[in-house]
C-alpha cells in the first residue's frame, strides 16, 4: 500500500531534550515535505526536499533541522524543543513532474507536545 | 511562499445541499490542489487543476479556475455528513516554499 508514515504519532516531551520525528515514504518520491499545524494559522511549511542531498526552508525553519540521506527518509529533528514548538506535525511527499509540485501524501500526523 | 486563502472561515449547511468554497491566491501558478482534512487527521488530495483547465470534475466535486482572477472554487453538489471536514487549497507554482491556507471547515448537518 502507498503511504507516508511517521512516527511517532504522540510525544511528549521537555524543554531542550532533542528529539526526531521520522517520516518514510514507499512510493518512490523525489519531493517530501514538512508542516506544522497550529491553530487558527493553518499549515505552515518547515522545510523541503527536492530529492536526495537536497533541503530548502519552508516559511517557518527555526529551531528545525532535517536531512535527506535517503529518497524514502525525511527525519524532522529538534535540536532544543522549546514550548513554541508544540504542535501537530505532518510529513508529505509528491512525485516530481519537472518543475510542477504534483499530488502530495500525507502522513497521519504527529502530535508533539513540548513541556 | 505561494499561498491559497479560503473563504469562508466555516461553512454549514444542510444535509443534501451543495456547498461551494473559494480560494484566492497572488502569484502565478502551475497548478491548484485541494485537499480535505477530517479532525485532526492527515491532509486528503481531492483534485489538483492546472493553469490551463478552466473546470474539473471528480464524483461530486467541481473545481474552477480563474487565473486572471487568481481564484479557484470548490463545490460540493449533494453534500453527506461525511464530507463534514475543513479543505484547504494549495497553488503551486513549482518546487518551492508552499503554505496551506486555515482552511474552511465545512459541517454538513443530517
Known amino acids: 500500500e502507498a503511504q507516508v508514515t511517521q512516527n511517532p504519532r504522540y510525544l511528549i516531551t521537555v524543554t531542550g531534550k532533542k528529539l526526531t520525528v521520522t517520516c518514510s515514504q514507499n512510493m518512490n518520491h523525489e519531493y517530501m515535505s514538512w508542516y506544522r499545524q497550529d491553530p487558527g494559522l493553518g499549515l505552515r511549511q518547515i522545510y523541503y526536499?527536492?530529492?536526495?542531498?537536497?533541503?530548502d526552508k519552508g516559511d517557518v525553519p527555526e529551531g528545525y533541522k532535517v536531512s535527506r540521506k535517503e529518497k524514502r527518509n525525511f527525519p524532522l529533528i529538534l535540536e532544543s524543543p522549546s514550548p513554541n514548538q508544540t504542535s501537530l506535525y505532518f510529513c508529505?511527499?509528491?512525485?516530481?513532474?519537472?518543475?510542477?509540485?504534483?499530488?502530495?501524501?500525507f502522513g497521519p500526523g504527529t502530535r508533539l507536545t513540548v513541556l | 511562499s505561494q499561498q491559497g486563502e479560503e473563504d469562508p472561515q466555516a461553512l454549514s449547511i444542510q444535509e443534501g445541499e451543495n456547498a461551494t468554497m473559494n480560494c484566492s491566491y497572488k502569484?502565478?501558478?502551475?497548478?491548484l490542489q485541494w485537499y480535505r482534512q477530517n479532525s485532526g487527521r492527515g491532509l486528503v488530495h481531492l483534485i489538483l487543476?492546472?493553469?490551463?483547465?478552466r473546470e474539473k470534475h471528480s464524483g461530486r466535486l467541481r473545481v474552477t479556475l480563474d487565473t486572471s482572477k487568481k481564484s479557484s472554487s470548490l463545490l460540493i453538489t449533494a453534500s453527506r455528513a461525511a464530507d463534514t471536514a475543513s479543505y484547504f487549497c494549495a497553488p503551486s507554482g513549482g518546487y518551492q516554499k508552499v503554505t496551506f491556507g486555515t482552511g474552511t471547515k465545512l459541517q454538513v448537518i443530517p
Open positions: 487543476i492546472r493553469s490551463n483547465e
Open positions: 508529505a511527499s509528491s512525485l516530481s513532474k519537472g518543475f510542477e509540485l504534483d499530488t502530495q501524501y
Open positions: 502569484t502565478s501558478i502551475n497548478n
Open positions: 526536499s527536492m530529492n536526495v542531498e537536497v533541503t
